[in-house]
């Protein structure tokens, strides 16, 4: 039972465009969500969480929008750097989960020049 | 955040011996956690390490399988026991609550590769 799914396992984006990543959960439970990058040989690194009572959060080149009426959750990057080239989890954690995060399956992006 | 190390990097064990990973932060924090990520696959939460009291595990993991240690609030230990191929995994520690205040962001260290033969 995956309760956080993201649909695209890749998405190719050029560089200075903008990447939009997506993830759906079924938990209604879920309240707190977060987006994680993670390079190869390297453990995955925090960039950006949203509380379920906001529907937007931005931080950089990186915005989060939260829409719980459809349980769909997005990363925009803009603008997209190769850097950004790395596989994005989204995690959710459930209200008095005690920080546990349930994992997406991931979604790996490419930022060509 | 916090600066997180794991000892093994990588490791190539045969089947049927133990391993013990350990992760070590730079800094107190409230909780840590133990998760497995197979190949292909997302990461999965295997336990949450308490502090001085047995481990809580997720729906599939055992305590005799994948005994934890956490002896302080720095350090934990994660055994892979009597290891099968279907153990190959990277198994991460990560960290939430650093110094002390609660988040619900976790920090995780750079993962221990084991491959089982």
């Known amino acids: 039972d995956q309760q956080v799914k993201q649909n695209s396992p890749s998405l190719s984006v050029q560089e200075g465009r903008i990447s939009i990543l997506n993830c759906d959960y079924t938990?209604?439970?879920?309240?707190?969500f977060l987006w994680y990058k993670k390079y190869p040989a390297e453990g995955p690194t925090f960039l950006i969480s949203i509380s379920s009572i906001k529907d937007k959060n931005e931080d950089g080149r990186f915005t989060v929008f939260l829409n719980k009426s459809a349980k769909h959750l997005s990363l925009h990057i803009v603008p997209s750097q190769p850097g950004d080239s790395a596989v994005y989890f989204c995690a959710a954690s459930p209200t008095g989960g005690g920080n546990k995060l349930t994992f997406g399956t991931g979604t790996q992006l490419k930022v060509e020049l | 955040s916090a600066v997180i190390s794991q000892k093994p990097s990588r490791d190539i064990c045969q089947r049927g011996t133990s391993l013990t990973i350990q992760c070590q932060v730079d800094s107190q924090v409230t909780m840590m956690f133990w998760y497995r990520q197979q190949p292909g696959q997302s990461l999965t939460l295997i336990a949450t390490?308490?502090?001085?009291?047995?481990?809580?595990?997720e729906s599939g993991f055992v305590i005799d399988k994948f005994p934890i240690s956490r002896p302080n609030l720095t350090f934990s230990t994660l055994t892979v026991s009597n290891m099968s191929p279907e153990d190959s995994s990277i198994y991460l520690c990560s960290v939430g609550g650093v110094g002390g205040l609660f988040s619900y962001e976790q920090y995780f260290g750079p993962g221990t590769r084991l491959t089982v033969t």
């Open positions: 390490a308490n502090q001085g009291s047995e481990a809580t595990y």
């Open positions: 938990n209604s439970m879920f309240d707190y």
